[in-house]
């Protein structure tokens, strides 16, 4: 379990505290249509302006390719004034930390917000050049990282302004998904039941080496699934599949048995012949997909041999949707798995994405123990990556 300093560690009356947040909401034009990211942030910054601190928020929006007025953080702080019911200052400076910017700090009193432009207005950024790292640090006393969903990139707002600033510490919110997926992976209270679902094997393969070792369940469900079907000698018709894993598949299979843990596989799922939600579908047995179709979705045997393997699990980590979720007749599979995750006695955490998506969606999410705020960064953490964002803070 890694020991970093977290705010509560801090003093912070009349410092300046740069915080790295996930502000990278989804947008349509300048309305923001999902804040559970602004809200993921307020703990943090509550706790940090009622200890006198003087607030100097950032975050990326989108990946605009320099300035560009489409992807302006002005509308988060809009809402983050509403939220917080009180003003946060918009330093509206496409430097990001130019002349308006150093002059809304240089003007804070303890307790005031000032929000920077989208950090991504500054081309250096993703390259974690020294410059603008230096330019971060330069308005800001200590530094604060609460952005789970970006800590897996080495940039200058996660990793390059540690250098330059006197103190560093990590907020609550990824203090919660240290705590929440570290624990998980490195001593989980067991049976440890984990559920990988999505498209493709390519995007889980070192999540799937590194839980192999740990967990005693491991569910496969989604697109990912019928390489693993191919793998065991059936055909799987116009399936998604990945033929250069197929051999790979093959040697988790066999992994999974060497080392006793219980992998379970699709054994029926739904299949259409055209791919839309307003189609004929029925189900068919994992050994006897029909040439000319597409498997969209576990079948209802495999719902229930998933389900049951819940019914005792103690800690339990779900990454990826068992079927084409975002069809209404194709998402019998992911409701399933949900439901059952909110019978579960015991730690249920979503590794965010299209998982932490889904189960906000059928309402499902203040059942879970944790939701992820980062897909990207909840999948490195599973691989058991360090996260660059978090090795960079100050240990305690």
């Keep these: 379990m890694l020991n970093k300093r977290n705010i509560d560690d801090l003093q912070v009356k009349g410092k300046r505290i740069l915080v790295r947040c996930d502000f990278n909401v989804p947008m349509d034009g300048s309305k923001i249509t999902d804040d559970v990211r602004i809200q993921a942030a307020l703990p943090t910054i509550k706790k940090l302006i009622a200890g006198g601190g003087r607030l100097i928020l950032c975050s990326h929006l989108g990946k605009p390719k320099g300035p560009d007025a489409q992807f302006t953080l002005a509308p988060v702080a809009e809402r983050l004034s509403q939220l917080l019911d009180k003003p946060v200052v918009f330093a509206a400076d496409d430097a990001v930390v130019g002349e308006k910017a150093c002059a809304a700090v240089a003007a804070m009193a303890d307790g005031d917000v000032v929000l920077l432009e989208n950090t991504r207005f500054r081309k250096e950024e993703s390259k974690n050049e020294e410059a603008f790292s230096r330019g ?37 919110l990824m203090e919660k998904e240290i705590a929440f997926l570290g624990n998980a ?36 469900g989604g697109g990912m699934a019928y390489t693993f079907i191919a793998a065991q000698g059936h055909e799987v018709g116009k399936s998604l599949l990945e033929t250069d894993r197929i051999e790979y598949a093959k040697e988790m299979i066999a992994k999974a048995k060497a080392v006793g843990v219980n992998l379970l596989l699709p054994v029926d799922t739904l299949v259409v012949r055209e791919f839309k939600n ?45 079927g084409v979720f975002e069809f209404e007749n ?14 579960v006695d015991g730690t249920t955490i ?47």
């Design 136 to 172: 971060l640090a330069s308005i800001a006393d200590i530094f604060v990282i609460d952005a789970f969903g970006s800590a897996h990139r080495a940039h200058c707002s996660t990793v390059g302004v540690t250098q330059f600033v006197t103190e560093s510490a990590v907020g609550y």
């Design 185 to 220: 992976v490195s001593s989980p209270v067991r049976p440890f039941v984990a559920i990988l679902g999505g498209a493709k094997v390519s995007d889980k393969i070192a999540v799937i080496d590194n839980l192999l070792g740990k967990v005693d369940t491991l569910i496969i």
């Design 278 to 322: 307003d189609t004929e579908f029925w189900t068919a047995d994992c050994d006897a997909i029909p040439a000319d179709c597409i498997g969209v979705d576990i079948g209802e045997k495999t719902r229930k041999i998933f389900t049951d393997a819940l019914k005792d699990a103690k800690t339990v980590v779900w990454n990826g949707p068992m």
């Design 330 to 343: 194709f998402a019998k599979g992911t409701i399933a798995v949900a439901e059952a995750l909110t019978n």
């Design 350 to 396: 979503i590794g965010g994405g299209d998982s932490a998506a889904a189960v906000n969606l059928l309402g499902f999410g203040d059942k879970m123990s944790h939701i992820s705020t980062g897909g990207g960064a909840s999948l490195e953490f599973l691989e058991g990556k360090e996260l660059p964002g978090v090795v960079a803070i100050d240990d305690k």
